[in-house]
């Protein structure tokens, strides 16, 4: 029975933190398979590690002023960490700039360069002059040629989910400087795609057609039928892997080449420290190759890394690919740079040890089949209406119940009555359940079944009713106790995959970690008893506390926050005014004046009363600032004043010109000043 499993979850690519996006549609999914596979007694290598490479990541660092290695080396610890601290079981996480993996991406070129399975050739790629750099991938924007779509990028359109060729763009345009890019001819390595299509269609569409989610198949033939071309697999870019080949000099090898060769760096670097030989987890035709991704990695995972595996030779193909789809946030697509996004550090500093209320909402709504909406409420709602009020509460009450009435004992059961046996026998059905649902990898599904478990708990307490009963029959109320300690037991054990905290906690309460009654996985289908009569459990802690609405309205204020910032950065530019003559310009007379004293407009909100050197005179200005600035802050400063405003009065006060202001994306106003101190009473012309 015992297989041997290389899981692999998505290389996620370090230019920032890990958000709940990654987490329901990779991590979480990877993390529960790989943990039910080694609860069920499987070699598991449970790999992954940062993409480091790429374009997207040199621009960022150009943008920052900084190097890539400084964007990498921040953003690979940020979540290496989040991943620990939530308790995703990689059994390695490694990074694709370290030397192993250079070392193993530039050997499988070499292996596949040698075997002549590249084409080599010159070609015409679009070139920024001004920059003196060739643009591929992100480092050019245009038209997709398939959809319309203006803004996408030289390798992927983000709207149609078409993998692109850099030249294949209408109107491309340099992300560097802007300019229209010119041809220049240079050479590349291509793996011809096309050369591998019979076999990609024998493989996938006839083999996999069963097993292989709908969603994943459906993608990989519709690229299969559009038909398959050559595709560079180098880069003219100063950052990456260098191209190990003569010819190769200032060329890197693409990132989507090198990435996924991160599994099998990754995989080696683990087993160097295990003391163990990686080749079976990659070589062996019995070992199952499972890579979790997103369904924007689809092409790369099912089409162009495994023709690159076929191409060398010597390693297995993935057993399956199941890939998610989308996340969506509050009804809105998620995203980094909008800042549309649950930071996991920023979940993890807010929610303290609540890592399982997360994977939790995450699994049970999980975007597997189609996109998927978060919402607080709905987190909420999980929280509060399933793990507190069912799994929580059944475990509560038989906890404290076994305490109050035995001094934590777990009582002998006398004769089970017809119900108790229908519910000792359900207990043993849930492992094959679960199962079943986890090896179609409906993981949703999966978390759905344990829950009803506890659910069974919930109800059979409710019908039994132990607190009245104690009253009356004593003999049938330690019976009840000892079932529904054997349902608590059956949950410690089962949910684990989904809510390994819990169960960690749970195995406590019920003092099953270091003793001799702990249970394994097939365990509960298999024995009768799971927490043996005169054992003696712990204390009762709660394993689930309710959240507040308040809680709640905190997170939703932080992501209309983020909506005001990007409407403030969004917002439209007014039209140009009509022109106007030089003669009209210099009837404006703005002179830099000082403000000297400054107090609150009575009975408003928005004015202040400013007294101004305007280096002419000292006037009154009423200025409707007061929403922006204290009294105090104002004094002092130099503004640009418009004096030949004709007065007039504001609320009984006469106001002798105008200050300039302008404001802020958050919407705060700002003077318009110069930059450094001067006199007042100069002339702005
Ligand atoms: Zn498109």
Redesign the pocket.
Known sequence: MSKRYTITAALPYTNGPIHIGHLAGVYVPADIYARYKRLTGNDVAFICGSDEHGVPITIKAKKEGVTPQDIVDKYHANIKKSFEDFGITFDNYSRTSAKIHHDTAQEFFKTLNDKGEFIEDVTEQLYDAEANQFLADRFVTGT?P????EE?YGDQ?E??G?SLNATDLINPKSAITGNVPSLKETKHWFLPLDKHEKFLKEWILKDHKKDWKPNVYGQVKSWIDDGLRPRAVTRDLDWGIPVPASGGEGKVLYVWFDAPIGYISSTKEWAAREGKDWEPYWKDKDTKLVHFIGKDNIVFHCIIFPAMLKAEGSYILPDNVPANEFLNLEGKKLSTSKNWAVWLPDYLQDFPNMQDVLRYALTANAPESKDNDFTWKDFQARNNNELVAIFGNFINRVVVLTNKYYEGVVPEASEFSEIDNETLAAIKAYPAVIESSIERYRFREASQELMSLARLGNKYLADEEPWKLIKTDEVRTKTILFVALQISSALATLCEPFLPFTSTKLKDILSVSSSGVQNQWPDISTKDVLLPSGHQIGKGELLFSKIEDKTIEEQLEKLEASKRANEAANKTIEPQKDIITFEDFTKLDMRVGTILEAEKMPKTKKLLILKVDTGIDIRTIVSGIAESFTPEEVVGKQVTVLVNLAPRALRGVESEGMILMTETAEGKLVFVNPGTTVKSGLQIS
């Open positions: 997709c398939k959809c319309g779509n996408a359109c709207s149609c078409s």
